[in-house]
């Protein structure tokens, strides 16, 4: 019986990913039963006898278990604001802020690993196969990108042992990637359970830049894929990049017929998705450090939202404050008093809070509206002006049924309290 591999090789290239993907939908099915049924459903080599001049064909050479392709950039290289040599010079503890998490607080990013991958497609589950694993790390001499490439799927387990073990010898101190944790960590992770080994990164610190992107350039840029941000941040052009939808297809030419040049896009592809991802993160520590690489409103509010967070809130309302200057009569600046009376609030410094929040009722805020009458009515037992202000909103705001309702309960109590206080006065 001819090999797995060698029935692959038949396959009509023009359908391949059609027929997989649907295939690939199938939980049911392993991995290996899924590419039988794609050789079975071949309809065009289906039945179809072998040539006598195919039958005289010696088989192929069996394909190494996987292959590792190195690449190497400069560290004076520039990527639009960023070199990338700055990362050497970071703090430790400087990813914390953009993190959101104490635990990088002691975490050198001297030591820390990029992390993507190229997989079979986008559905997850058993049937994916992550074929492409590829690791940015910097060094004295350059940024370097190892790919780890599986050529043979019998050959996982020996594929991701490999990985595993650069991993370790790497001594990382945590992982950086882009869509990791809803993407990424959980099928290596399903990976390496199937083939009774354990994913090393899973005990790393993890940084997934996508939520603090979203958080610093929300309010810039439509979109927020990493292709996108390095072409609009960086200057990283990807005119002649792939198609990501064509990677699946174009792992399966090359398993079919083992032309490197198929795949070597798919390499160049990964390598320079890792670093985008690299100076796409340094830019955002870059901001942090100094607001004056930035004039955008959008990114100085979303620099400021990531040091809320972090608890650090005089740097938060520093980043508030210049944004509110440089978007004046945006939507922008609509976001960042709502951000900076939340601050205000926070610090107890209502008189501050209640400028702002005046401010924003101007425009119909049903939120700063909403904050006035809780103002003067717990504040300043003023309930007068809170009846006010929740008439406003009744008349002014476009209201949900629930928020209706509750605006109507908060009008009805206060003006129990005023009949009350009447009452009261009046017998005194």
Request: hydrophobic fraction near 40%.
């Amino acid at each position: 019986m001819r090999k797995l591999k060698d029935r692959l090789h038949d396959l009509d290239k023009n359908h391949i990913q059609e027929k997989w993907q649907r295939l690939d939908n199938d939980g049911e099915l392993s991995t290996r039963e899924k590419l039988e049924k794609l050789v079975r459903h071949n309809l065009k080599q289906k039945d179809k006898p072998v040539s006598a001049p195919q039958a005289r064909m010696e088989p192929a050479a069996a394909a190494e278990p996987f292959l590792v392709k190195d690449f190497y950039y400069a560290l004076d290289g520039r990527y639009g604001k960023v070199r990338l040599g700055d990362w050497l010079a970071l703090a430790p503890g400087s990813l914390a802020i953009i993190a959101g998490s104490e635990v990088f607080a002691a975490v050198d990013p001297r030591r820390v690993v990029f992390f993507d991958s190229e997989t079979t497609g986008l559905a997850g589950g058993t049937g994916t196969i992550p074929f492409m694993l590829g690791f940015g790390f910097f060094s004295e001499q350059s940024f370097q990108v190892k790919i780890f490439m599986l050529q043979d799927l019998d050959r996982e387990g020996d594929f991701l042992l490999a990985v595993a073990e650069f991993l370790r010898q790497g001594e990382f101190s945590a992982a950086v990637t882009y869509n990791g944790k809803a993407f990424d960590f959980p099928l290596l992770e399903t990976r390496y359970i199937l083939q009774r080994q354990r994913f090393p990164l899973l005990d790393l610190p993890h940084l997934d830049f996508l939520f603090p992107a979203r958080t610093i350039w929300k309010n810039t840029y439509d979109s927020r894929k990493l292709g996108y941000l390095g072409e609009m941040l960086l200057g990283l052009s990807r005119s002649d990049d792939i198609e990501a939808s064509s990677i699946p297809a174009l792992y399966f030419s090359f398993l079919r017929s083992q032309a490197f040049s198929l795949i070597e896009p798919v390499m160049e592809h990964n390598a320079m998705d890792l670093v985008g991802l690299a100076a796409v993160v340094l830019l955002g520590l870059r901001y942090l450090e100094d607001y004056s690489l930035t004039a955008d409103g959008g990114e100085i509010l979303g620099l400021g939202m990531l040091c809320e967070r972090a608890g650090l809130l005089e740097k938060a309302e520093a980043f508030y404050q210049i944004a509110k200057d440089v978007s004046a009569g945006s939507e922008v600046q609509t976001k960042v008093l709502r951000r900076l009376s939340v601050l205000m609030k926070k610090k107890k410094l209502y008189s501050e809070a209640l400028e702002l929040w005046q401010a924003l009722s101007a425009g119909n805020d049903l939120g700063a509206m909403r904050e006035i009458s809780i103002h003067y009515e717990h504040r300043e037992q003023n309930y007068a002006q809170a009846v006010t202000f929740v008439e406003k909103a009744l008349n002014g705001a476009q209201l949900s049924p629930g928020q209706q309702q509750e605006l109507e309960k908060r009008l009805e109590r206060l003006r129990k309290k005023i009949a009350k206080l009447e009452e009261k006065n009046e017998i005194t």
